[in-house]
């Protein structure tokens, strides 16, 4: 289903049965040339159900095992700790660039909000073999 009310960040959404609870699981996408807003996290986190969004929001920060911290990263991180949501980032980078300049890093994220014991204790960031490309 679509999200309503995004300015900048692209996403879709389904609804399911999590543990006999609704919730929200939304793939996202936020290219590095648009800026990063509250008002889009909010439509996609501020539904008061359990939320589950993965995606690469361009947003890079230590915290979600990002070798730097971007101030996209930050704005993220904060509207993150000021709207009770957890951001998970996998172990070892999620994108290995074709260009031999650039180092490997972390984009793919997955935020959460509101999980319950059981479900949110899953591992959340997987990796299904060595990157490539771009992601």
């Known amino acids: 289903m679509p999200v309503p009310g995004l300015t900048h960040l692209k996403a879709t959404a389904i609804q399911v049965i999590l543990a006999g609870k609704p919730a929200i ?6 290219s590095p040339s648009l800026s990063l807003i509250g008002v889009d996290l909010t439509a996609c986190l501020g ?12 947003a890079k920060h ?19 700790d000021e709207n009770s949501c957890l ?10 660039p074709y260009n031999s300049s650039a180092n490997p890093d972390v984009l793919d994220i997955v935020i959460t909000k509101k999980l319950i014991p059981g479900v949110s204790d899953f591992v ?12």
């Open 47 to 58: 539904r008061g159900l359990l939320i589950l969004m993965a995606g690469d929001l361009n």
């Open 25 to 30: 699981i939304l793939a996202a996408y936020l």
């Open 62 to 80: 230590v915290d979600s095992n990002s070798r730097l911290r971007t101030r996209r990263g930050k704005l993220l991180h904060d509207y993150a």
């Open 87 to 96: 951001i998970h980032g996998p172990d070892s980078p999620s994108t290995n």
């Open 124 to 135: 959340l960031c997987t990796k299904l073999g060595p990157p490539r490309g771009s992601h």
